[in-house]
């Protein structure tokens, strides 16, 4: 397994136009998590998985983001009507999870999103 | 909203010099992470400690830890122009040992050839 895989690596896409990023997580790991990053900035949490399920949302995911992970799998995340505040950096991350142990997260490369 | 802060924000040091980051939050917690992040790619996870140890050394990293102060420090022996990269700390929300990871700002550490 090579890791956490993120596509694409870069987009650019204009205000008010969708956008949906993939994640695919080392295989073995039961928990996926999605993070935002801005420039100088440490990441923010945006929503985790734990299975197929969807565990927590954070506040910073408005209505207009959606985040699946269907068979527990890859996950999506989709960004509907993009605003200029939605570029960043978009970091996914998996760990096994669970059983009250504590595990690292292992990091993708990340989607650098730009809205024009 | 951020758990940790990281001081210095930034960090210039000659190669072979010691470099050390301070990180302090501010909920209890049950482990504490640091992470290391090249310029635009992911984040790499370093060193885990939990909250009954006080020090935990990884190679050239050595990791302390203060509950009673809540805070922590990253120590970098031997800096190589390799380490240049920002630096943050990161811990789990509280009675949340598995889920998110709440990151400080950064320390972006500069290693001169």
């Known amino acids: 397994d090579t890791g956490v895989s993120q596509d694409p690596r870069h987009k650019i896409t204009k205000r008010g136009q969708n956008v949906t990023f993939r994640c695919d997580p080392i295989?073995?790991?039961?928990?996926l998590y999605w993070y935002r990053q801005t420039l100088g900035q440490g990441p923010e949490f945006l929503t985790y998985?734990?299975?197929?399920?969807?565990?927590?949302k954070s506040r910073l995911l408005s209505d207009r983001f959606s985040a699946e992970r269907p068979k527990g799998s890859f996950s999506t995340l989709e960004i509907q009507r993009t605003e200029q505040g939605d570029s960043a950096m978009y970091l996914c991350?998996?760990?096994?999870?669970?059983?009250?142990?504590?595990?690292?997260?292992?990091f993708g490369p990340g989607t650098r999103l730009t809205v024009t | 909203s951020q758990q940790g802060e990281e001081d210095p924000q930034a960090l210039s040091i000659q190669e072979g010099e010691n470099a050390t980051m301070n990180c302090s939050y501010k909920?209890?917690?049950?482990?504490l992470q640091w992470y290391r992040q090249n310029s635009g790619r992911g984040l790499v996870h370093l060193i885990l400690i939990r909250s009954n140890e006080r020090e935990k050394h990884s190679g050239r990293l050595r990791v302390t830890l203060d509950t009673s102060k809540k805070s922590s420090s990253l120590l970098i022996t031997a800096s190589r122009a390799a380490d240049t990269a920002s630096y943050f700390c990161a811990t789990p929300t509280r009675g949340n040992q598995g889920g998110k990871l709440i990151f400080g700002q950064g320390t972006e550490l500069s290693v001169k050839p």
């Open positions: 295989s073995e790991h039961n928990r």
């Open positions: 991350a998996s760990s096994q999870g669970g059983g009250g142990m504590v595990h690292e997260q292992y």
């Open positions: 909920t209890s917690i049950n482990n």
């Open positions: 998985f734990q299975n197929e399920a969807q565990l927590e």
